[in-house]
């Protein structure tokens, strides 16, 4: 008997259904020990991986803790107590506490009046290029900052002239230090302009601007804050 277009229709569904099973029951058989591993595998990659991040925090904030211990101890002077813990944190493999523990390293060198050292360990945090930007910059200025009396005007200049620029942070700091290295060059127009940057730039400090505008004034360039700067 001929079946009608409903049951043609409904065998045939019944055969792909049938068809379906039996392929699923042969991946099962020959793939299911390796599809259970691979599953496995992945629970315990992401547990592990839930674990390490855990432990990297976990690690962070207990090197974060004993930084600040170490601070407070150089601040309170017990700089022998600091200096073992400072030296432990400059492996650290957290970007941010190592290189807050190298360059508090070079001040305690540098209060123990060791400048050469300081300075050495100045230049060691600025050529770091693994570390973020900000910290190679200080570093660089308080390296210069240290060597100064030693190093040729020009070298000054050279050294610090990125940082001596409007959109530095480190204007204050590396600008009248190009300034005076421009007076020792016998160049007092640069360096009056140099201390009108600084006197009109609002993000420096304003005992540092004070003290720019008095030199640049001295220098015959007027440096007073613009309306802007002023507020």
Known sequence: MALTPQNNDAFIREVD???????????????????IG?????????????????????????QGEKLA?????????????????VQALTTSDW??????ALLTQADLLLGKDDRKGAAAAFAKVAADDSLAQPFRDLALVRQTAVEYDGLAPQ???DRLRGLADKDSPWLG????????????????????????LIAQTESVPETIR?????MAGSLGVDAAPTPAAAR
């Open 17 to 35: 259904d049938e068809l379906r099973r039996e392929q699923m029951s042969h991946i099962g058989r020959r793939y299911g020990l390796w599809i």
């Open 38 to 62: 691979a599953v496995l595998l992945a629970l315990v990659a992401f547990g592990g991986w839930t674990w390490w991040q855990h432990h990297r925090n976990t690690v962070a904030g207990e």
């Open 69 to 85: 211990v170490a601070l407070d101890d150089v601040a309170a002077g017990r700089s022998a107590q600091a200096t073992a813990a």
């Open 95 to 100: 970007d941010a506490v190592r290189a807050t």
């Open 155 to 157: 070298a000054v200049i």
């Open 173 to 196: 700091s590396a600008g009248e230090m190009v300034a005076i290295a421009y007076l020792r060059l016998d160049k007092p127009q640069q360096a009056g302009q140099t201390y009108r």
């Open 210 to 214: 004070a003290r720019a505008v008095q």
